[in-house]
C-alpha cells in the first residue's frame, strides 16, 4: 500500500470510530396512560337483555383480543363477500397503499447517504494554447487533443449524524403511513359494516311503514263505510285520511335514504352506483356478537392506528431536532480519485499517464444571520406540537371507547324499553279498534293508540340497528384487530409486544 492509501485508510478508520456520534435527542416512546379504566362509572359484565329478536345480552370481555376479521362475529356471509370486495377495490385504501411504497422507496434512497459516492468519469476535449498564457508570447501555441478515464469517490462522514437523523426521520414517516394505511383499512371496514346496518335499518322501517299504511288503509275504509250509514262523524273520516297520509308521506323519505345508502355502498367497494352488486341487507342477516372483547386501557395506544401515526409524527419530529443540531456542527467530506489522461485514446493507462488526488474538506458555518439558532428552536417548538397534538389524540382515542361503550349499554337499555313499548303500543291499538267497534270508545282514543303504536314501531327497528352499529363502532374504536392479521401494513417489531394486546 502506497504513503497516499495508507493515509486515506487512516482517515477512513476515525471517521467510522467516529459515525456512532449522532447529536439531538434520542426518542423514546411516550408511556401509557396509567388510567385503569375507559368510563368514570365500572363496566358491568353484561348488557341489558329482552325476550325480543336479537335482544340478548352482550357480555364484555376485559382484557380480550379482537380478531382481525372482526365483521365476520356478525355471521353474515353477504357483508363478508362486500367487505373482502371493498378491501380488493377501494379508490382510497389503494391510495394509501402506493403512499406507503413511495414512503419506504424513500427511506431506501435516503440509505445511500450513509455509503461513499462513486463516479465514472470520461472526457475527451479538442484545445488550443498560445505562448502567451504561459507568459512566452513568442510561442506560436499548439493545438492538441486530451482524453481522460477516472473513477472518484466521496464520501461525507456523517461525524454528527445529520444523514442518520434524516434516515430516522424518513423512518418515522414511513411508519407514519404505515399506520394510516391500517386506519384507512379499518375506517373502510367500519364503514361498509354500518352502512350495512344503516340498509337493514332503513328496510325494517320501510317495512313497518308498509304494514302502518295497510293497517290504516283498511281502518278507512271500516270508517267510511260507518260514515254512509252515519254512524260517525265526517270529521272521524278526515283525521284518519291525515294520519294514512302521513305514514304514506314517509314511505317515500326513507326509500330515498336507502337509494342514497345503496349508492354509498357501491362506492365503498369501488364500484359506480349503477354497477352495485351488494344484495339487500336486512337485520334478519346478521347476529348480533354476544361476547364483546374490551382491551385494557394499557393497551390502546399500541392498537389505534392514529395514536401509532400520530407517535410516528412525534418521532420524526424528535429526529428534525438532531438534524437541525448537526447543520451548526462542522461537515467533513473526503474525496478521492484515479485515473489516467493521455493525448491519445490509445495512450489511456499507459506507463506514466496515471492521475490521482486525495483530498479532504471541512466547512463550519461561522455566521448565517441566525439561520440556523432558528431553525433548531423552530424544530424543538415543531416537536412540542407534536408532542400535544399526540396527547389529543390519546384523549380523544379514550373518548371515543368511553362513549361507545356507553352506547353500547344504553342501546340495549333502549332497545329492552323499545320492546316492551312496541308490545303495549300494539296490545293497546287492539283493544282500541275492538272497543271502538262495538261503540266503547270514541275515535280520538282510536286515533291516539294508531299514532303511538306507528312511532314504536319505527323506533323499534331504529333501536335494534343501533346495537348493531355501536357494536361495530367498539371494534373499530379498539383498534380493529390489525396486529392480529398476517399482511399487515406495519411490520412486526411496530406490533404490539407479541401480536396481541
Known amino acids: 500500500m502506497n504513503k497516499p492509501s495508507k493515509k486515506f485508510a487512516a482517515v477512513s478508520a476515525a471517521a467510522l470510530l467516529l459515525a456512532g456520534c449522532a447529536v439531538g435527542p434520542d426518542f423514546k416512546r411516550p408511556e401509557p396512560p396509567s388510567v385503569k379504566a375507559y368510563t368514570a362509572a365500572p363496566l358491568p359484565k353484561n348488557t341489558a337483555a329482552t325476550d325480543a329478536a336479537n335482544g340478548q345480552a352482550q357480555k364484555f370481555m376485559e382484557g380480550g383480543d379482537i380478531p382481525s376479521q372482526w365483521w365476520e362475529l356478525f355471521h353474515s356471509p353477504a357483508l363478508n363477500q362486500l367487505v373482502e370486495r371493498a378491501l380488493k377495490a377501494n379508490p382510497n385504501l389503494q391510495a394509501a397503499r402506493a403512499t406507503l411504497l413511495q414512503a419506504q422507496e424513500n427511506v431506501y434512497a435516503a ?20 505562448g502567451a498564457e504561459f507568459g512566452q508570447p513568442s510561442y506560436p501555441g499548439s493545438i492538441f487533443s486530451l482524453y481522460g478515464a477516472s473513477v472518484s469517490v466521496s464520501y461525507g462522514l456523517d461525524l454528527f449524524g445529520a444523514a442518520r437523523r434524516t434516515l430516522e426521520a424518513m423512518g418515522a414517516q414511513q411508519e407514519f403511513e404505515g399506520f394510516q394505511l391500517e386506519g384507512a383499512y379499518l ?39 260507518q260514515y254512509k250509514v252515519g254512524g260517525i262523524a265526517l270529521s272521524s273520516v278526515l283525521a284518519q285520511k291525515t294520519l294514512l297520509a302521513q305514514a304514506r308521506a314517509n314511505l317515500p323519505l326513507l326509500e330515498k335514504q336507502l337509494a342514497l345508502i345503496r349508492n354509498q355502498l357501491a362506492t365503498l367497494a369501488g364500484s ?8 339487500a341487507f336486512d337485520l334478519e342477516m346478521l347476529q348480533l356478537p354476544q361476547e364483546l372483547p374490551v382491551s385494557l386501557p394499557s393497551r390502546l395506544v399500541e392498537q389505534r392506528p392514529d ?11 424528535s429526529a428534525q431536532i438532531g438534524i437541525a443540531t448537526a447543520n451548526m456542527l462542522p461537515q467533513f467530506t473526503l474525496s478521492s480519485s484515479a485515473g489516467s489522461m493521455a493525448t491519445t485514446t490509445g495512450g489511456l493507462f499507459s506507463a506514466g499517464s496515471g492521475v490521482w488526488s486525495l483530498g479532504a474538506n471541512i466547512a463550519q458555518p461561522i455566521f448565517r444571520g441566525g439561520t440556523l439558532l432558528h431553525e433548531k428552536r423552530a424544530s424543538v417548538a415543531a416537536y412540542d406540537a407534536a408532542a400535544a397534538q399526540y396527547r389529543s389524540v390519546v384523549l380523544s382515542a379514550f373518548q371515543d371507547v368511553a362513549n361507545v361503550l356507553d352506547a353500547v349499554q344504553s342501546d340495549a337499555n333502549i332497545f329492552q324499553a ?50 348493531y352499529a355501536d357494536t361495530a363502532a367498539l371494534f373499530q374504536s379498539l383498534g380493529g384487530g390489525w396486529w392480529n392479521r398476517d399482511n399487515a401494513a406495519v411490520t412486526v417489531s411496530q406490533k404490539p409486544a407479541e401480536g396481541k394486546p
Open 111 to 130: 440509505q445511500g447517504a450513509l455509503y461513499p459516492s462513486v463516479n465514472a468519469n470520461g472526457s475527451a476535449t479538442r484545445q488550443k494554447f498560445v
Open 187 to 225: 375506517a373502510l371496514t367500519a364503514n361498509v359494516v354500518t352502512t350495512a346496518v344503516q340498509e337493514a335499518s332503513l328496510r325494517a322501517q320501510i317495512a313497518a311503514t308498509r304494514e302502518i299504511i295497510d293497517a290504516e288503509s283498511q281502518q278507512l275504509d271500516v270508517l267510511q263505510n
Open 272 to 279: 359506480f352506483p349503477s354497477e352495485n352488486e351488494a344484495g
Open 307 to 317: 395514536i401509532r401515526a400520530a407517535e410516528s409524527m412525534l418521532h420524526a419530529a
Open 418 to 467: 323499545q320492546t316492551a313499548a312496541a308490545q303495549s303500543a300494539a296490545d293497546s291499538l287492539d283493544i282500541a279498534r275492538k272497543q271502538y267497534s262495538i261503540g266503547a270508545s270514541s275515535y280520538l282514543a282510536l286515533l291516539n293508540a294508531q299514532q303511538a303504536y306507528q312511532q314504536t314501531r319505527i323506533a323499534l327497528a331504529q333501536a335494534r340497528a343501533s346495537r
